[in-house]
Nanobody, 120 residues
Framework: VQLQASGGGLVQAGGSLRLSCVAS????????MAWYRQAPGKQRELVAS???????NYADSVKGRVTISRDNARNTVYLQMNSLKPEDTAVYYC???????????????WGQGTVVTVSS
């Protein structure tokens, strides 16, 4: 079971990017999915999260510029980022709580990270 993130890149300030993260493997269920980011020299922080039912939560720093969504049929979470700023530069990680056996227990998984660089 793994999470595979993609979609990062270099973009000018004011531009847009769409990140994707696909969960693959033997998955019995997925609860919350989220995107975190870690800028150089800083701690990892939550960008946005979405529940299985679609309830979303955003960091204040990205509200109004970022939209998180998910496709439960494809086990995929997306992060649409608009009006990007240089301070959005970071490695973006996807995160998900997944059930990977008949047990009721959900485990936390992390993707490998995708780099977003916003030039001024």
């Amino acid at each position: 079971v793994q999470l595979q993130a993609s979609g990062g890149g270099l973009v000018q300030a004011g531009g847009s990017l769409r990140l994707s993260c696909v969960a693959s493997g033997r998955i019995f269920g997925i609860k919350d999915m989220a995107w975190y980011r870690q800028a150089p020299g800083k701690q990892r922080e939550l960008v946005a999260s979405i529940s299985a039912g679609g309830t979303t939560n955003y960091a204040d720093s990205v509200k109004g510029r970022v939209t998180i969504s998910r496709d439960n049929a494809r086990n995929t979470v997306y992060l649409q980022m608009n009006s990007l700023k240089p301070e959005d530069t970071a490695v973006y990680y996807c995160n998900a709580y997944m059930r990977v056996s008949v047990s009721k227990v959900y485990y936390e998984y992390w993707g490998q990270g995708t780099v977003v660089t916003v030039s001024s």
